[in-house]
């Protein structure tokens, strides 16, 4: 008889810490759906949401630096022309007069002597002095008046005589400026093309 009290005593033992267990499990479920501020169905679909995936990054590695143009077009980049050799045409001949006519203006020895050169050459073996002398004398020659008219002549292509591309002539009468020159003041000149360019060779 004691046996089976003290059997019935441990059962409803068992039972009540059952039911103390059951409580304490709902209390505390009671708390996590106040604390997320959801229902049961919104726990639910929390506790069965897929893991979020990592994002994806959507930007893309764009090069540092702008492209050449020529790496833009397919193209190489134009070449420069200063170590070229200068066209042989009636046109640059006629170019290369101009410049020398406006450094007799500016009294540019420079550039004079490099258009004049193999002609001063041709004279100082003659005796008559190397170049930067020679035209020291020539400017002193010149008036202000045609210095200035010099400084913006130009050549008439129509006047300009081709024996050749190789040799042209500029008569004096084909320089137009806003002062009159003599054969005495200016002359007529032969340029030459020589290696690279054309030069002054002969006077008249």
Excluded at 25 to 49: M, R, W, Y
């Amino acid at each position: 008889m004691r046996e089976l009290l003290m059997g019935s005593r441990l059962v409803e033992g068992n039972l009540m810490t059952s039911r103390a267990m059951v409580s304490v499990a709902v209390v505390s479920a009671s708390v996590a759906l106040l604390t997320c501020g959801c229902g049961p169905d919104e726990a639910k679909e929390s506790a069965g949401a897929k893991p979020s995936q990592p994002a994806v990054s959507t930007s893309t590695n764009v090069p540092s630096g702008t492209p050449s143009a020529s790496a833009a077009t397919g193209k190489p980049s134009a070449i420069a022309t200063a170590d070229l050799p200068a066209p042989r045409t009636k046109e640059r001949a006629i170019q290369r007069y101009e410049q020398y006519l406006h450094g007799l203006g500016r009294e540019d020895i420079g550039t004079v002597c490099e258009v004049a050169g193999p002609g001063a050459k041709e004279a100082e073996d003659q005796g008559f002095g190397p170049c930067t002398t020679t035209y020291a004398i020539v400017f002193q020659m010149i008036s202000p008046e045609q210095k200035k008219a010099l400084q913006t002549a130009t050549v008439d292509p129509q006047r300009v005589q081709v024996r050749t591309l190789d040799s042209i002539e500029m008569p004096l009468e084909a320089v137009r400026s806003s002062a009159t020159f003599s054969e005495e003041d200016l002359g007529s000149y032969v340029l030459e093309y020589l290696k690279d360019d054309y030069y002054i060779t002969d006077g008249k």
